[in-house]
């Protein structure tokens, strides 16, 4: 196994994953043990362990300390989120949901349970609300009015708005326009149960998805796409989400994988061959069955489709037998099964070979899909022979297993109104991996997009289409609802559903054309100089970070331990401290908030726990506190968070 492939932690060891065969079957499962507590199968616990019970709720005894149960009155909703389990008021970490959902179990060894007087629930990213969001899109004009009165009217105190549509400037051109090639778009389907999945209690899921792909007949670079957590079916008569996989009688499957056809067209325009892969077994099974909550799955999922479209693309014959069926499908039939979810399609086996590059890799995964490329990146380094993955782009992801990524180029799109992934853990992809965390020479950065809820990117997560809603589930908050009292409110700042899926499409197409296709006219949408396409610039605004590759900037010091060369005079400390007050597991370093702060965790989102990785030291950084009117700030430079840069050169 690669020594790079490392969480994050204080004397960098590996990280204790993965072995792969070449073929990339995974033989070894386990992503990580969990922190204080574990998810735990429900139903193990025996009547004669019992030491503590309430009302719907049970500690007893097991071989791994005590397994905590808990009853709910109807199943959770279907979300990226994942469910903990908090014993009077301590928080035991991941929960896993029985096979009905209405159960939830987690195992600790801490002793206090024992004595437990009460037993709740509550979302990884905070609150216990199983409200959701409108199932109806609000006017697009009303929508429009609301943006022209938040830029109108300004901020506080006569300031100017807090709302900045436009940025630093316009790209020279723009990634979804600037492809004029022709292509052609097929789905494939080998059936419902026709791949073995890794580490999901021995389930077989579907191995299906959507090609974009140029039609002149040469190599091109590859992206794959692989979407979230979402319902996998929806009900035929009243057009819910549903559980299960295979979808049950009465219901029809949810093309997640089918939701990003802006980014797909353009790059296919542009000269990419894209994937878009379907995963709705994980979805269906991942907190029930998995230690991870799917993050390895899907992660090898990634890696199995690379093994097809590597077999695909040099000519060979590919057969997966699908257990529904119990037929064995090429992928000639897997295509013409594809027509009947897109009846345009096409292609053939013998077209599609010869299409792909293979020495220019690229991934984006939305929300548990942006967590599920970030791991089939990472697991692909203990490979043999591993793939040539380039960049990797992680839409509002989730980020549960603090997995941290060298060698590849890595950005990270946040929603600044996500209901969902609400505490913006994703960031971890970028804060975890700077300041020297490897000595690699690749550029890292965050984008954060206002107005953008988490959903909105894909559209079949979008209203009308069946089981979707707005995620932000708050319809009358002032600045990201979509009621008739938000949209009036002066402070609104949510985009249409268009407008949301035209940014995601332009940075998703834009992010590649330039990590892979080496466009400098995008450039500048991922390097902190904050220029935008021109199909967004007069409505979108986005703020972007970054670090730059270690070739072209100097790295004078980080505020990440005590330095010589950080100094403070006058009225003021400053002192290396790590977490929020009891948010994340004890080390050396004194927390930077303490008890009462009123900060919230989505304000710190640096600081949420690494559920799979325990002991995990998590972002230390230099806390200043001005204990007068005087004094100077650390030297030699700002911010006192992360590292000074000197990019002169």
């Not at 020479?441 to 953008?452: A, E, F, H, K, L």
């Amino acid at each position: 196994m690669s020594a790079r492939t490392r969480v994050r932690t204080g004397t960098r060891i590996p990280r204790p994953v993965v072995a792969l065969a070449a073929a990339g079957a995974l033989v070894t499962a386990m992503l990580g043990a969990a922190g204080p507590a574990s998810a735990a199968s429900p139903g193990t616990e025996t009547a004669s362990a019992q030491v503590a019970s309430g009302d719907g709720w049970t500690v007893t005894r097991s071989a791994a300390g005590y397994t905590v149960s808990l009853r709910l009155g109807s199943p959770l909703p279907i979300r990226d989120d994942m469910p903990e389990l908090v014993a009077d008021g301590l928080d035991l970490g991941p929960a896993a949901e029985s096979a009905d959902g209405r159960t939830l179990t987690a195992t600790t060894t801490d002793p206090a349970v024992a004595k437990a007087s009460s037993i709740a629930w509550q979302w990884s990213t905070g609150g216990s609300s199983t409200a959701t969001g409108p199932t109806s899109l609000p006017s697009a004009a009303d929508q429009l009015a609301a943006q022209r009165r938040t830029l109108a009217k300004g901020g506080k105190d006569g300031h100017p708005s807090p709302y900045h549509p436009g940025g630093n400037g316009n790209t020279p051109a723009d990634p979804t326009t600037v492809g004029h090639g022709s292509y052609t778009v097929a789905d494939y389907d080998f059936g419902a149960q026709s791949i073995a999945l890794a580490d999901i209690g021995g389930i077989r899921g579907e191995l299906e998805g959507r090609i974009y792909v140029p039609t002149d007949h040469r190599p091109h670079p590859l992206v794959i796409f692989l979407h979230g957590r979402h319902s996998s079916c929806y009900n035929t008569t009243t057009l819910k989400g549903a559980s299960g996989w295979p979808c049950p009688a009465g219901t029809a499957p949810i093309l997640s994988y089918a939701g990003y056809d802006g980014a797909g067209k353009a790059l296919a325009a542009a000269g990419y061959t894209v994937v878009s892969i379907s995963a709705n077994a994980i979805n269906a099974n991942d907190n029930q069955r998995s230690p991870d909550d799917g993050a390895g799955t899907r992660g090898q999922l990634v890696l199995d489709t690379l093994t097809m479209l590597k077999a695909v693309n040099a000519g060979h014959s590919v057969s997966y037998h699908d257990d529904v069926t119990g037929q064995d499908v090429d992928f000639d039939q897997a295509l013409a099964a594809g027509r009947s979810t897109y009846p345009e399609g096409t292609m053939t086996a013998r077209q599609f070979a010869g299409s792909l590059d293979f020495n220019s890799i690229g991934l984006m995964g939305h929300s548990r899909g942006g967590e599920g490329v970030v791991t089939a990146a990472t697991l692909n380094e203990g490979l043999p022979h591993p793939w040539a993955i380039k960049s990797v782009f992680a839409l509002a992801p989730i980020d549960f297993t603090r997995v941290t990524l060298p060698d590849v180029i890595t950005t990270t799109l946040l929603p600044y109104c996500d209901g969902d992934v609400s505490d913006q853990q994703g960031q971890h992809f970028y804060a975890d991996s700077r300041d020297g965390t490897f000595a690699d020479d690749v550029q890292r950065s965050d984008i954060w997009v206002m107005g953008t809820d988490h959903d909105f990117y894909n559209t079949s997560w979008t209203p009308p289409y069946p089981g979707a809603s707005d995620d932000w589930s708050q319809a009358d908050d002032p600045v990201c609802g979509t009621s008739a009292t938000a949209l009036a409110s002066g402070q609104n700042i949510r985009l249409t559903a268009a407008q949301q899926y035209q940014v995601g499409s332009a940075y998703i197409a834009g992010f590649f054309e330039s990590s892979l296709g080496h466009q400098a006219a995008f450039q500048g949408m991922f390097d902190g100089s904050g220029t935008e396409p021109p199909s967004v610039a007069g409505y979108a605004d986005v703020r972007t970070v970054a670090q730059q590759p270690a070739s072209t900037r100097s790295d004078i010091t980080t505020f990440q331990s005590a330095s010589p060369q950080v100094t403070a005079t006058g009225d003021v400390t400053a002192a290396v401290c790590a977490n929020k007050y009891g948010r994340t597991v004890p080390e050396p370093l004194p927390d930077c908030t303490l008890p009462g702060s009123t900060l919230t965790n989505q304000q710190v989102p640096y600081w949420t726990p690494a559920n799979y990785a325990p002991n995990v030291p998590l972002n230390p950084m230099t806390h200043v506190t001005w204990t007068g009117t005087g004094g100077g700030s650390p030297s030699p430079c700002r911010p006192v968070s992360g590292t000074c840069h000197d990019t002169t050169r």
